[in-house]
C-alpha cells in the first residue's frame, strides 16, 4: 500500500511542509551567540517570520568521558546544566551545513550534542502562502 507523505495531504485551513527539526545541546558556557549567528546567518525562518526558535529551561546532563576525550576516561559519571536550543530548517543541504558549520565555530563541546530530524511544519493557509 501506498503512504501519502504529510506534504501532499490537503488540509482546509494549513499545509505541512517538510523541514529538517534541529535540537542542540548548551552548556553554561555557551551564551546567545550561537542562536544569534543562527538568525544571522541561517534566517530560521517559520513561514513569514525569521529568528525563530524555541530554548528550553536548564535541565540536566549525565555523561562520561572516556579515553582520548578532553575529560579523559572517567570512573563515574558525571553531570552538568544544560539547556536545548531546537528550530526548523528547509531541508536544504546547504543550510544544514550551515547550521553544522556555526555549531562547530561557536559551540564550547568538544562534541556539540546535535540532533537532525525529518519533520513537517504547519504554515497557514490552504493557497501555501
Known amino acids: ?23 542542540i545541546e ?11 549567528s543562527l ?8 513561514g513569514d517570520y525569521d529568528h525563530v526558535a524555541f530554548e528550553t529551561a536548564t535541565g ?5 568521558g572516556s579515553e582520548g576525550t578532553a575529560s579523559g576516561a572517567m570512573d563515574v559519571a558525571t553531570t552538568r546544566p544544560v539547556r536545548v536550543l531546537s528550530f526548523s530548517i528547509a531541508r536544504d543541504e546547504a543550510l ?11 559551540h564550547s563541546y ?3 550534542v546535535v540532533y ?3 519533520a513537517y511544519a504547519r ?7
Open 123 to 129: 504554515r497557514s493557509g490552504a493557497s501555501g502562502r
Open 26 to 36: 548548551l552548556g553554561p558556557e555557551d551564551d546567545e551567540r550561537i542562536r544569534l
Open 1 to 23: 500500500m501506498l503512504t501519502k507523505t504529510l506534504d501532499r495531504i490537503k488540509l482546509p485551513s494549513c499545509r505541512l511542509e517538510p523541514v529538517w527539526l534541529i535540537h
Open 110 to 112: 568538544e562534541e556539540p
Open 60 to 64: 540536566t546532563q549525565f555523561y562520561r
Open 96 to 106: 544544514l551545513t550551515g547550521v553544522m558549520d556555526i555549531i562547530d565555530r561557536l
Open 39 to 46: 538568525c544571522d546567518e541561517i534566517g530560521l525562518s517559520y
Open 116 to 118: 537532525v530530524r525529518d
